[in-house]
Structures are given as structure tokens and as C-alpha cells.
């Protein structure tokens, strides 16, 4: 019988994503592992591989159709012998728990569905207008300052530089959608920013007496920015005690050290590298949990987890919001392996391209705020981290040494613990390694 292929749960807290693209169309045959659509999930576009081998028989849900709910079916798969007669979506289940219009009967397939995804507009969401009406002209794309993009057809034009505010749609309502940017020629370049926003109409809940529509533009909150306010209340409010712990640390011989080590880089090529100074963070890091094993844990209700690895992960912003990619087992890389990890990961970060196994789990979080020039400040635990600290500015200041006043360069960092895991000794021995670390290196070697 036909075998449906559901929307995959491409990490253990995903409920939705959004059907970026269709790498296959009715009628194709596909073997199992051959990469068959992209799905978009809060803060990554993930590539989905078929399990099953069959013909294509049905695609239920189109390219770039939004809020698709896990486990609902999205396309149907044939074996041999069947046809898209056989297809029965009533007995499928599921069928438009994403919030789209229903699929049309069994076996009433158009001319325009067998054309295949790649030629497919995608249905409205649930926020959108209804279709245009058959043989409805192209109309503009923007509505009430909002542009309508399929998120497929924004990726592309970020791309490619493209100004989505000049492009006319031909998807429903004017809805830009991939085939009306993907042979455009770059113009005039917008920032990424600019182009991923979303503005819809003034939300109710805006008192107009405060704030007249006319005086500001509403701009969507998207999934990431969704996530982020969801678990960083529940972190704050509700479930995590938390405290801080700070303390300067110098960095005048870490700086000497650093500036020896990249001078030893090869100017081209493969092999060239510059350490950063949060390098020798994430890496002090990993050791001060080695060196203190409480401080590298999880509070759950049953039982404290006690780590084997420092896995480290470092907040890195992207546009929308804050991603934490991981540098897994940091007490066992040197300074060169962690620097080209953390480079890859951020420039994939910000494409969207991280894989979940690269930025959900860890045990520990590093923030730094430095290169803006923040002297200090404290970050909500990040759960299920047990601490995360943060990292202000180096900078010349006044210190006493042997009675002495003496200008050394000197950072703030602030500990911010879940009081359940991370008491407030630990915190401070934690700190009072990782301090030793930064303050003398070498020390990292023994």
C-alpha cells in the first residue's frame, strides 16, 4: 500500500518546521538515503533523506508551506505495481494538522500538481489570504509594508543580493516564491537584517492611545525569536535559582603568549591560523570544569548528571537571534582545532546551516561580550547548562601590585549558576581555576 512520508523530528524539542524546498517531484523514483527535501526548523535548514524506496506518487504539501506540524504527512510513496489512484489521504492521518487547506480527493491530481514541487506556489498559512482565483493577474507583493516571501525565495535572494521589494510575485496573492528570484541578476544589495523581516498589521494587544499605528512598523516574531523568549522566561522565572559570581583576571602574559603562537602561523593557506582570545577562553573553560567535575553538571528532578567532557557551547549572534554552537569534548583539542571550529560553526550559524547535533546539548556556555566593548554583564543560564559565563572587555586599568600602582590589561567575567547544580563554593572554585588558566596559559598544557 501507499507508504506516507511524514514531517521528520529533526531534533527532540522540534513540534514544526517549515517545508523549505522539494529536491523531488511527482513522478520521480527515489532510493533510501537520497535527499529528498529541506526543511526549515527554528534556527537551521536541515536536508531530509527518504527511508523507503518508491515512486513519488503524491506531494501533499508544498514548497515553502510554514508551521507544518511533526508527523503530519507531506508526501505519499508508491511500490511497485501501485498508482496515485491507489492513494487513499483519508486513511493517511494527519492531513492538515499544519494548518494548510486540505489536499484535494484521492486520484483528483491536476495538470499543475504532476508538474512537480520545484513548479508548485506554496499554499497560504494559516495568517495568509486565500488563493488567487484562476486566471488572477500577478499582483504586487507587499501589503501594508509587509513583503510576501516563501522563506525559500528570502534565502535566495540574501544570496544573490536581491531586493524583494522590487520583485512581483506570481504565488498566491502575490507571493514571492522561488522561480521569481532565482533567474534575477543582483541589484541593489539590502541587509540581511532588513530582508528577514516580516511586518504585519498593529497587534491588538498595542494600546493605540500609547502607541499610534502610524508611529512605529510591527515586525513578525519568528520562530528562533519565539524559542529564545520561551526558554529564557522559563530559565529566569520559573525553573532555574540562579546567581552570579565575577572577578577580574589579567591578560597581559595571555596576550604575549597569544601574539607568539599566531606569529608561528604561515602567512597562506590551510595551515594559517589566528587564535582569538576567546579561544583561550573556551579552552581555560573546558579545563576549569575538568579541574572543578562539579561545576560541569545538569539538575534534573531525578537525578544530577555529572559529565565525562567539557563540551563547551559558545553563543554566537546570527540574525534574529542568539545560537549556541558546541565545541564537544574542549579539554581534548588544542587551541588551533578549537579556533577552526568555532570559525566554521559561526559562518554556518549565520547561514542557518548547523545541524542540531551541532548546537543542542553541552554542558557549559560561554558568552562574550568584549569586542563591543561591554565591561561586564551577566547572561541567563541556558539550560540544561548548569552555568554559562560571561565575558566583558579587556582593557587597560589601575591595579595594586605589592603596593604598587601598576596599569595591567584586565577582563571581567561573571558566572551566572543554577543554584540547584552549581553551588556558590563551586562557582567560585570554578572560577578560580579558569582564572589560573587565563592568567598563566601555559598552565593549560600540563
Not at 131 to 155: D, F, Y
Request: hydrophobic letters at 40%; charged letters at 25%; a negative charge.
Amino acid at each position: 500500500m501507499p507508504t506516507p512520508i511524514l514531517m521528520p523530528a529533526l531534533s527532540p524539542t522540534m513540534e514544526e518546521g517549515t517545508l523549505a524546498k522539494w529536491n523531488v517531484k511527482e513522478g520521480d523514483t527515489v532510493e533510501s538515503g537520497d535527499v529528498i527535501a529541506e526543511i526549515e526548523t527554528d534556527k537551521a535548514t536541515m536536508e531530509v533523506e527518504a527511508v523507503d524506496e518508491g515512486v513519488v506518487g503524491k506531494i501533499i504539501i508544498d514548497a515553502g508551506t510554514e508551521n507544518v506540524k511533526v508527523n503530519a504527512p507531506i508526501a505519499v510513496l508508491l511500490e511497485d505495481g501501485e498508482s496515485a489512484g491507489d492513494i487513499d489521504l483519508s486513511a493517511l492521518g494527519g492531513g492538515g494538522s499544519n494548518g494548510a487547506s486540505a489536499p484535494p480527493p484521492a486520484g483528483e491530481l491536476s495538470a499543475k500538481q504532476t508538474e512537480g514541487a520545484e513548479n508548485k506556489t506554496p499554499p497560504p498559512s494559516t495568517a495568509s489570504t486565500p488563493p488567487p482565483r484562476v486566471g488572477e493577474e500577478k499582483r504586487s507583493a507587499k501589503t501594508n509594508g509587509r513583503i510576501l516571501a516563501s522563506p525559500l525565495a528570502r534565502r535566495i535572494a540574501e544570496q544573490k543580493g536581491v531586493d524583494l521589494s522590487a520583485v512581483n510575485g506570481s504565488g498566491p496573492n502575490g507571493r514571492i516564491v522561488k522561480r521569481d528570484v532565482e533567474n534575477l541578476e543582483a541589484g541593489a544589495a539590502v541587509p540581511v537584517a532588513a530582508q528577514a523581516k516580516e511586518f504585519v498589521a498593529a497587534p491588538a494587544s498595542v494600546d493605540a492611545r500609547l502607541y499610534p499605528p502610524e508611529s512605529y512598523e510591527a515586525i513578525k516574531v519568528d520562530g528562533m525569536r519565539k524559542v529564545i523568549a520561551k526558554r529564557l522566561t522559563q530559565s529566569f522565572n520559573n525553573e532555574v535559582p540562579h546567581f552570579p559570581l565575577n572577578v577580574d583576571i589579567e591578560l597581559d602574559h595571555l596576550l604575549e603568549v597569544r601574539a607568539r603562537i599566531n606569529s608561528t602561523s604561515p602567512k597562506e593557506g590551510d595551515a594559517a591560523f589566528k587564535l582569538s582570545v576567546n579561544d583561550f577562553i573556551i579552552k581555560a573553560s573546558a579545563m576549569a570544569l575538568k579541574a572543578v567535575p562539579a561545576a560541569n553538571a545538569t539538575y534534573t528532578d531525578e537525578a544530577i548528571l555529572m559529565h565525562k567532557h567539557a563540551d563547551i557551547g559558545v553563543a554566537v549572534a546570527i540574525d534574529g537571534g542568539l545560537i549556541t554552537p558546541i565545541v564537544w569534548k574542549a579539554e581534548e583539542k588544542g587551541l588551533k582545532t578549537i579556533s577552526a571550529e568555532v570559525k566554521d560553526m559561526a559562518s554556518r550559524a549565520k547561514e542557518r546551516k548547523l545541524k542540531p547535533q551541532e548546537y543542542q546539548g553541552g554542558t557549559f556556555s560561554v558568552s562574550n561580550l568584549g569586542m563591543f566593548g561591554i565591561k561586564s554583564f551577566a547572561s541567563i543560564v541556558n539550560q540544561p547548562h548548569g552555568a554559562i559565563m560571561s565575558v566583558g572587555a579587556g582593557e587597560q586599568r589601575v591595579v595594586a601590585k605589592d603596593g604598587k600602582m601598576e596599569i595591567a590589561t584586565v577582563m571581567t567575567v561573571t558566572l551566572t549558576c543554577d543554584h540547584r547544580v552549581v553551588d556558590g563554593a563551586v562557582g567560585a572554585e570554578f572560577l578560580s581555576a579558569f582564572k589560573k588558566f587565563i592568567e598563566d596559559p601555559m598552565a593549560m598544557l600540563l
